[in-house]
Nanobody, 117 residues
Framework: QVQVVESGGGLVQPGGSLKLSCAAS????????MGWYRHPPGKQRELVAV???????NYGTSVKGRFTISGATAESTVSLYMNDLNPDDTAVYYC???????????WGKGTLVTVSS
């Protein structure tokens, strides 16, 4: 069983920054990709950022230039550095992991990020 755990969510003021972290359980996991999706209130879940085992990254259009994904799939960890946050970034952020060993993906429970004064 794979467990995905996020941390770092909370309340931040507009224009502020926040770091989210994610770790997947397992001592011998082989992970192809890890990343973040978010689900804003009243909106569809959307891609935030993904990083592959080869180091390639992909960002959602709404966060390009503001968010940075960093991590090592070999270590089963990933972080999301969020800058210049605005209220539209308010959402539950979910960590996503694709595990090669089990040929399937896993999701964290989500962490709430609220951008408000």
């Amino acid at each position: 069983q794979v467990q995905v755990v996020e941390s770092g969510g909370g309340l931040v003021q507009p224009g502020g920054s926040l770091k989210l972290s994610c770790a997947a359980s397992g001592t011998t996991l082989s992970i192809n990709a890890m990343g973040w999706y978010r689900h804003p209130p009243g909106k569809q879940r959307e891609l935030v950022a993904v990083i592959t085992s080869g180091g390639h990254t992909n960002y959602g259009t709404s966060v390009k230039g503001r968010f940075t994904i960093s991590g090592a799939t070999a270590e089963s960890t990933v972080s999301l550095y969020m800058n210049d946050l605005n209220p539209d970034d308010t959402a539950v952020y979910y960590c996503w992991v694709f595990v090669t060993d089990y040929r399937r993906d896993y999701w964290g429970k989500g962490t709430l990020v609220t951008v408000s004064s």
